[in-house]
């Protein structure tokens, strides 16, 4: 038997009363759920479909929905790294390599001929703080639209503002400069290490930024329909 439109609804509004707030996530279960509650209902046909929920439900154990939600969540977070780690593995590649290394090379060149280092350091510092707080500050606006808008949160969205995980280690980066005394007598090898560093990690949140968060937006509103992407 087929479930009614009524009883999918109020499979949605169960998911949502057991802490699943992300549509993209509710539509998976409940997809999941009204197969086995069809299924059921055929092998078992007295029994009503509150029963036949309640069922499956007790399938997902104590945890309830708790953990396929982790699940979901951690599987986004590694897709989002992995798309991160692959294109900056591809600034290690040719042609592209070429451009990271004349970067490292102008960055250390730059670092061991001033005088005050603080000159070239922290402008580069602010402006990749400015570029992260601007990409908070756009996507968190875009989610409350959507919510607004739609009713609907969606996983990859909370995904991609926190960068699949990155952004926690992203973030210790802003305070590499305080660890060190800008002005205080460093090493060749030291240098070099520190400018290796820091275009690695520049181009870990402008691959993050202006890559990785576009395409994974792009592929997964082409796998969820509903998803309307708000310029």
Known sequence: MNLTENQIEKL???????????????????????????STLESNPNMTFEEALKTEFKKFGIMGFSEIVEQKTNALDKRYRKMVWKQILDFFKLPKIILTAFLIYLLYFLIQNVENRAIVIMPIAVSLLAMHVFYLY?????IKARKKDTGKKWLFETTVLRMGGLIHFLNIGFYVPIFFEINSQWTTPFTFIFSVFLVIYYLAIYISIYIVTPKLKETLSNEHPEYRLIK
């Open 12 to 38: 949605f509004i169960f998911t949502q009363k057991h802490f699943v707030e992300h549509y993209d996530v509710q539509t998976e279960l409940v997809d999941h759920l009204a197969n086995s509650i069809e």
């Open 138 to 142: 756009k996507n968190s606006k875009m």
